[in-house]
């Protein structure tokens, strides 16, 4: 996999508490920040992903639990 730099102005005090928090627990930093931009853009593509099924019609639980054979009448 290629790498590119990444240049970008944060808060100092963010900064800190970052360098702080991977000192302590033995975390690289480079590493950090591109498991948390990656873990981002999941969320925001699964949020899209929400708005397109918002409108898919739904199934009384009743009926998902009969045709599943879970809903204990004889």
């Not at 690289?28 to 853009?41: H, P, Q, S, T, V």
């Not at 929400?50 to 009926?63: G, Q, V, Y």
Request: glycine share 2%; net charge negative; charged share 40%.
């Amino acid at each position: 996999m290629s790498q590119t730099q990444l240049a970008t102005r944060i808060d100092s005090r963010v900064k800190r508490a970052l360098e702080t928090l991977c000192h302590e627990r033995g975390l690289k930093m480079g590493r950090f920040i591109e498991d948390a931009i990656l873990d981002k853009l999941e969320e925001l593509e699964d949020v899209e992903d929400l708005k397109s099924i918002r409108h898919e019609p739904t199934r009384p639980l009743a009926d998902v639990l009969r045709d599943l054979k879970l809903d204990a009448k004889p």
